[in-house]
């Protein structure tokens, strides 16, 4: 398998304007997770969706922050409209839920190479 | 809430030190333990894992073990190379309603020296 594919991986952008972030993750997969990685900050969880539903966005940071996933195979994160403060790596992941007698806690999430934005 | 502290960083070994990063946790019931690696530039990707308490997690000279009764699950290498330089990550899958999320400490920085 490929693994978790992200596109771009630079954008470099002005201040106001709308930035769409790619993620295909691995075929199979039902978890998906949106972070983004700063140095002040540390790595943060934006949002995770289940089987394409959305579990837990309580760490999109505001309105100008949204993501979809309209298929298995296919999310977006949405910047509008984009700010200096934005600027970080955002890396997406996913990973697929294994039911057994031991069903707890997580499975192995499998991290893209990343997305760096830089908003001038 | 469930949480992950790390040994702050950064740290500077030497080719073929020993090395331990320490992470302590913070969870009810009984979470899954996972050590990330992120080499510069590049993503996270899984080191070693451990599921249960008194488990061993091990990859590539790696190891950790599953203490419950500490809340802990340091990291250890008997003899790190330059290639190991990287930030490592300890992080925790709480599960129930959670399923799937984790829970990362703040990572910690490693430099080997040639």
């Known amino acids: 398998d490929a693994g978790v594919i992200q596109s771009p991986r630079h954008e470099v952008t002005e201040m106001g304007q709308e930035v769409t972030l790619r993620c295909k993750p691995i075929?199979?997969?039902?978890?998906l997770f949106w972070y983004r990685q700063t140095m002040m900050r540390g790595l943060e969880l934006l949002i995770y969706f289940n089987n394409n539903v959305p579990i837990d966005d309580s760490g999109m940071p505001e309105d100008r922050f949204s993501a979809k996933m309209p298929n298995a195979s296919f999310s977006t994160l949405k910047i509008q409209p984009s700010e200096p403060r934005d600027s970080a790596v955002y890396f997406c992941a996913s990973s697929f839920r294994f039911y057994s007698s031991r069903d707890r806690g997580a499975e192995t999430q499998y991290f893209g190479p990343g997305t760096r934005l830089l908003v001038l | 809430g469930n949480s992950v502290t790390q040994m702050e960083g950064p740290v500077t070994l030497s080719e073929e030190a020993f090395l331990t990063i320490n992470c302590t946790y913070t969870a009810t019931g009984y979470p899954s333990l996972f050590w990330y690696v992120q080499y510069p530039g590049e993503g996270l990707q899984l080191l070693l894992k451990?599921?249960?308490?008194?488990d061993k997690g091990s990859n590539k000279g790696f190891e950790a073990t599953y203490r419950k009764e500490t809340t802990s699950f340091h990291l250890e290498k008997g003899s790190v190379q330059v290639s190991d330089s990287a930030v490592y990550f300890c992080?925790?899958?709480?599960?129930?309603?959670?399923?799937?999320?984790?829970?990362f400490g703040q990572g910690t920085i490693l430099t080997v020296h040639p």
């Open positions: 075929s199979g997969h039902d978890y």
């Open positions: 451990a599921t249960k308490a008194d």
């Open positions: 992080a925790l899958g709480a599960g129930g309603t959670s399923y799937g999320k984790l829970t």
